[in-house]
Nanobody, 121 residues
Framework: QVQLVESGGGLVQAGGSLRVSCAAS????????MGWFRQAPGKEREFVGR????????WYSDSAKGRFTISRDNAKNTIDLQMNSLKPEDTGVYYC??????????????WGQGTQVTVSS
């Protein structure tokens, strides 16, 4: 089992920056990618961005592209989400996500407990 613990988040004014982090533990050797999703009040959870664990390749949602950056530290088993030029519509609970490949085939997905990001106008 992979455990994911987010940290960071908080309240920031529009146009500001914020960083959230996620630490993975337990079974991390089989993780192939980690990423971030977010959920605004009354809306479905949506994809923000993802990074592959080995190569560090990244991809982002259209809303995050150019403003958000995901980075990883393989030695510490952590990923960060640096958010710049934040907008009120970026408000929501941000969830860390990990994709792990099973030795016997297939994959599993894991989620953190979420951290609140609030952008005031």
């Amino acid at each position: 089992q992979v455990q994911l613990v987010e940290s960071g988040g908080g309240l920031v004014q529009a146009g500001g920056s914020l960083r959230v982090s996620c630490a993975a533990s337990g079974g991390v050797n089989s993780i192939v990618a980690m990423g971030w999703f977010r959920q605004a009040p009354g809306k479905e959870r949506e994809f923000v961005g993802r990074i592959t664990w080995r190569a560090g390749a990244t991809w982002y949602s259209d809303s995050a592209k150019g403003r958000f950056t995901i980075s990883r530290d393989n030695a510490k088993n952590t990923i960060d989400l640096q958010m710049n030029s934040l907008k009120p519509e970026d408000t929501g609970v941000y969830y860390c996500n990990a994709l792990r490949i099973r030795l016997a085939g297939g994959s599993d997905e894991y989620w953190g407990q979420g951290t609140q990001v609030t952008v005031s106008s």
